[in-house]
């Protein structure tokens, strides 16, 4: 091509393109193309990358090859750079031709070549495009998709890959022991993995088995087995003895819980109606959780724990309170009827019985509770309000006192009333007058000064 003022244009290839990819600046290039389309690549075996043309310049043009912008040197092993100069006699032009001749390595896949023209009235560059470079597989790398922890029961899939290009799209995945050849796909799933699939996994190249990759796979399980569970009916005074079998895969924790709230492990060696209740065990592991639970019911014949009476605040009233424990739920009867009000609760075994009353006398008031396994009595002393109101103070106690001092005062007055009426007619009688002769009443009065007096 014939370049008018001895100027010069760049012919350059692009490789697996029908036409090169040129990035020149200044005049259109003149180019041809002498390279692969690709390149499948044993060690340190040399490729032709491109051939670079100058053509009819004046002076001769100097051309110089790049890779990523990195200008390539001739070292006649892994680059060799050859160039030839031709000179038109008759018009004094030289064309230019430089060749690359290229090592490549699969580092090298997405390189970018270029090769520069200089010339004393233009300097051109043009970049070939990326061509694919084919190399084998050296490594094969195997990843578990499935995220840790593994559960027993889960679907476990492997992914098998390599560094060749083009990559290989089949597999061989051993499972287990077994070889199983996967092909258009380079991963496989275990279903419903279990804790003897606890192992090594493996996967290689079809046609290189010893390219291999491996993974251990470490399957997490939790067991647990509590003995009693369900409902368990026990009787106060009984023992229980609780049982925990567990098989966990690595560390587990243990807690247990009493109607939702937390407890020690429960040791029963004297049942009472306390230790009825709803208790869970919770073991754990990262990544799992087991429970296991019994609901505990405590049955006894009942027993009254207080019997008690208060006044009510219109002052009239008396309230009696029964409380008693018991499963099954104990029956309450009272030793008196018209009550006014009847309050009554069971909880956890517990039962409370209010009833109110007017008592029109003094009573002596009996709870009774019973239940299918026994019954249990007290008793309490209630004073009428009547009476209470008659005296108009103090308690109905105060005024039982009040009776007794007021009944022994009356008695020690008449007792006095009566000594002093007999005194009183003595000695109205001695003051009485008689006949009596002088002889008479000396020897009475000597009777009387030898008798005690009997007024006193």
């Known amino acids: 091509m014939v370049m008018l003022n001895g100027s010069a244009s760049i012919g350059?290839?692009?490789?697996?393109?029908?036409?090169?990819?040129?990035?020149?600046?200044?005049?259109?290039?003149?180019?041809?193309?002498?390279t692969p389309t690709s390149w499948s690549i044993p060690p340190l075996l040399l490729f032709t990358v491109g051939t670079c043309v100058v053509a009819e310049a004046n002076p001769a043009a100097t051309i110089k090859w790049r890779k990523n912008g990195q200008l390539l040197e001739d070292d006649q092993k892994s680059v060799v750079i050859t160039n030839h100069l031709k000179l038109d006699p008759e018009t004094g032009l030289s064309t230019v031709l430089s060749s690359l001749q290229y090592a490549?390595?699969?580092?090298?896949?997405?390189?970018?070549?270029?090769c520069a023209a200089t010339h004393t009235l233009i300097n051109q560059e043009t970049e070939l495009e990326p061509f694919p470079i084919h190399y084998p597989s050296e490594q094969v790398t195997l990843q578990i998709m499935s995220q840790p922890p593994i559960?027993?029961?889960?679907?476990?899939?492997?992914k098998c890959t390599a560094d060749g290009n083009p990559p290989p799209r089949s597999f061989f995945f051993h499972i287990k022991g077994?070889?199983?050849?996967?092909?258009?796909?380079?991963?496989?799933?275990v279903t419903a993995i279990n804790r003897e699939d606890t192992g090594e996994y493996k996967c290689s190249l079809v046609d290189n088995e010893k390219v291999e990759a491996s993974k251990n796979i470490v399957v997490s399980y939790l067991d647990l087995s509590l003995s009693p569970t369900g409902e368990v009916v026990k009787e106060v005074g009984e023992t229980l003895s609780v049982k925990i079998e567990k098989s966990t895969s690595?560390?587990?924790t243990e807690l247990w819980k009493k109607n939702g709230k937390m407890v020690k492990r429960p040791e029963f060696s004297n049942l009472t109606f306390a230790d009825a209740g709803d208790y869970v065990c919770e073991v754990s592991m990262t990544g799992l959780t087991r429970r296991q639970s019994f609901q505990l019911v405590i049955e006894g014949k009942p027993l009254i724990t207080s019997l008690t009476k208060y006044r009510a605040a219109d002052g009239k009233d008396t309230v009696l309170t029964c409380e008693a424990e018991g499963v099954p739920k104990p029956q309450i009867q009272w030793s008196i009827n018209n009550t006014i009000k009847e309050e009554s609760s069971y909880?956890?075994?517990?039962?409370?019985?209010?009833?109110t009353i007017v008592p029109k006398e003094n009573l002596t008031v009996t709870c009774n509770v019973s239940n299918r396994l026994g019954q249990h009595a007290e008793t309490i002393s209630v004073s009428s309000v009547f009476k209470e109101e008659k005296k108009g103070r103090g308690s109905p106690e105060d005024q039982d006192q009040a009776k007794l001092i007021g009944g022994g005062v009356a008695g020690l007055v008449l007792v006095g009333i009566t000594v002093g009426l007999i005194c009183w007619l003595c000695i109205k009688k001695s003051r009485q007058g008689t006949w009596k002769t002088e002889e008479e009443m000396n020897r009475s009065h000597e009777n009387e000064t030898l008798k005690p007096n009997d007024c006193v």
């Open 12 to 34: 350059t290839s692009a490789c697996s393109l029908p036409r090169p990819h040129s990035k020149t600046r200044g005049l259109s290039p003149a180019w041809w193309c002498q």
């Open 104 to 114: 490549a390595t699969k580092e090298d896949a997405d390189a970018i070549f270029a």
């Open 151 to 158: 559960i027993e029961g889960d679907n476990v899939t492997l």
């Open 178 to 189: 077994t070889k199983m050849l996967v092909e258009n796909s380079d991963n496989y799933t």
């Open 250 to 252: 690595g560390d587990a």
């Open 347 to 355: 909880i956890n075994g517990k039962v409370i019985h209010k009833i």
